[in-house]
């Protein structure tokens, strides 16, 4: 199966114009991470997946990797799908640990379990923050007389505490137990994302991408009141370098983000992502926020992507289209990411499809 | 109240720094070891497994209240003779299948099994069919849980069910399957005896389960 011929050469404004509820001349396709195989076959060369440069596809560039994908790459694998933007990871917050032989190593062992530990480590500076701003500079220098734009992707500021530096069962009953440790490393974060995000902006990033897997299948995984206490002011603050200059802000959490969709209308946020389809009806979606939230993602990973044929992928993406296409504010793509394990036709078809079905 | 009201509180409330000193308490006042684990100590668990699956209780709830149950657990084991609840804490083996890194979930699971009094061996992520089938050999459990969270790798669910029907260890075994992409349909194809939506009723279904299994045996 091939790529065919889609209307529409990549252009950020449409995405843009999507994320805030404008007329577009097609739905946007975007994925968070398209990973290495299926961008090999695509380009005909090895090139890393989308988030990195030969890593590992779930956490992005990282430490063990060192760099995003190479500008030329990506550049030319939006051209073949469509894709309007670029996209440089920046998830983690840089948290390290000096190790015996005095070199700094990224904080990714859950080791963290007391104020003794936390006071241990080298707090994320102004070197973390240019580590990233280069590739923001590498890309939008690739990408003049072009189209395309660049978005940065970052603001863990709590999955990085239960993911990597607490671990999560550890850093639910710290929640609890001792709430002012949690707010104290979750404000480290929120100061370093909020100078990553003035910076980005300055640097010209065309739209920003947070993302913070607080949900999981059947609603977050803190009380909603707890959550919102510690959690959303912070986000506010990472996201309003983008909100007060009006460029399209994306949040992503996988789960079932109910409870906390209205917050992030309240702070700015334009559209969500992935509209994991374990926890969310995207008919209910359309119906209940589609007039002010651009909807992105929901095509199911599990079925079709993996377990479908390239003929239900059709069908599902052009479901997805009849309900979610009429008024605009829609991004298409995948329930997360498009994994090795998919089938590279069903990849093929869904890219397909959607440039059929999303012509407006 | 009663003391064993009180346990039953305190570990829905999450206090794992006072369950001690009430099941010390509750020994002090002639409460049997059983009884405490009986009557307090699981039904607390159901409820917290039945609230968090209706998120009434979020993950923090349900994992202090795992935690205090194990305090109490922990505490009353060394009183629990032949005979009593003690020869009914079985083992259960668990681990995250081959190819799969994902152990969130899989945690939580283990936090609840041992929150609700069993010995749980936990083999970690990307655990290959041998690891299994040597793990069965050496634990001997009545239940042995597969995690996955990957389309992908829940493929190897079956595979690593089928080497242990293939090592002679699948007969007399409930085999439990979960994770975000495992569905009841998939653990009836498996023939898996025990499928659990989320980590709050895992513990609950391991429990009827081997529950079930007892009262067959003792009919026979």
């Not at chain 1, 009806?281 to 992507?305: A, C, H, M």
């Not at chain 2, 668990?94 to 979930?105: A, E, F, K, S, Y």
């Not at chain 2, 793990?135 to 597969?146: C, E, M, Q, W």
């Amino acid at each position: 199966m091939q790529l065919e011929p889609y209307i529409g050469e990549p252009d950020v404004e449409r995405l843009k114009a999507a994320l805030k509820g404008k007329p577009v001349d097609r739905v946007p396709n975007f994925e968070n991470l398209v990973d290495d195989q299926h961008v090999a076959k695509l380009l005909g060369r090895q090139a890393g997946n989308t988030l990195s440069y030969g890593g590992d596809p779930a956490k992005g560039a990282g430490e063990a990797v060192g760099r995003p994908m190479k500008a030329a790459d990506f550049l030319e694998f939006c051209q073949l799908t469509g894709q309007d933007v670029m996209v440089i990871e920046a998830l983690w917050t840089p948290f390290k640990k000096r190790t015996p032989d005095g070199t700094l190593k990224t904080v990714a062992d859950r080791s963290v379990k007391t104020r003794q530990d936390w006071e241990a480590l080298v707090l994320p500076g102004e070197a973390d923050i240019e580590d990233r701003l280069q590739y923001i500079r590498e890309y939008k220098e690739a990408v003049k007389g072009t189209r395309i734009g660049v978005m940065l992707l970052g603001g863990c500021i709590l999955q990085t505490l239960y993911e990597m530096v607490v671990g999560l069962t550890d850093f639910m009953m710290m929640c609890y137990e001792q709430r002012d440790l949690v707010e104290e490393m979750l404000e480290v974060s929120t100061v370093y994302f909020e100078k990553l995000s003035e910076a980005a902006v300055k640097e010209g990033i065309d739209i920003l991408y947070v993302a913070d897997d607080f949900a999981w299948k059947n609603g977050l995984m803190i009380p909603p009141a707890l959550f919102k206490e510690i959690w959303l002011h912070r986000m506010a603050r990472i996201i309003a370098p983008a909100v007060n200059r009006g460029i399209p802000v994306m949040f992503h959490s996988d789960g079932k983000i109910d409870d906390a969709v209205e917050w992030l209308i309240d702070i700015g946020v334009d559209g969500i992502n992935p509209m994991d389809p374990y926890g969310i009806d995207y008919r209910d979606y359309k119906k209940r926020f589609g007039s002010r939230l651009t909807l992105s993602g929901n095509i199911d990973v599990e079925w079709p992507l993996v377990h479908g044929t390239p003929e239900d992928v059709e069908r599902d993406v052009k479901e997805h289209m009849d309900v979610l296409k009429p008024g605009g504010r829609y991004i298409a793509g995948s329930s997360h990411s498009i994994t090795n394990f998919v089938p590279h036709e069903n990849y093929i078809a869904m890219l397909n499809a959607i440039h059929r079905y999303g012509v407006y | 109240m009663s003391i064993l009201d009180a346990i039953y509180n305190v570990v829905l409330e999450g206090k794992r720094n006072e369950v001690e000193g009430l099941v010390r308490q509750a020994l002090e006042e002639g409460v049997s070891a059983t009884d405490i684990i009986e009557k307090a100590l699981r039904p607390a668990m159901d409820e917290v497994g039945m609230r968090f699956s209706k998120a009434e209780f979020f993950l923090p709830d349900l994992i202090l209240a795992a935690e205090a149950t194990k305090r109490a657990i922990a505490y009353l084991r060394p009183l629990l003779g032949e005979g009593g609840v003690a020869s009914r804490q079985e083992t259960v083996v668990i681990g995250t299948v081959q190819g799969d890194l994902h152990d969130i979930g899989k945690n939580l699971v283990v936090a609840t099994l041992e929150g609700t009094g069993y010995r749980v061996v936990d083999l970690g992520v990307d655990v290959a069919p041998e690891r299994f089938v040597e793990a069965v050999r050496t634990h001997k459990p009545a239940v042995v849980g597969f995690s996955a969270l990957l389309s992908t790798t829940m493929v190897n669910i079956p595979r690593t069910i089928d080497a242990l029907r293939e090592a002679g260890l699948r007969e007399g075994l409930l085999i439990a399957v979960g994770g975000a992409p495992v569905t009841q349909r998939n653990a009836d194809e498996w023939q898996a005896d025990i499928y659990a939506p989320d980590a709050g009723t895992a513990a609950r279904i391991v429990n009827e389960k081997l529950a079930a299994r007892l009262k067959n045996q003792e009919v026979l």
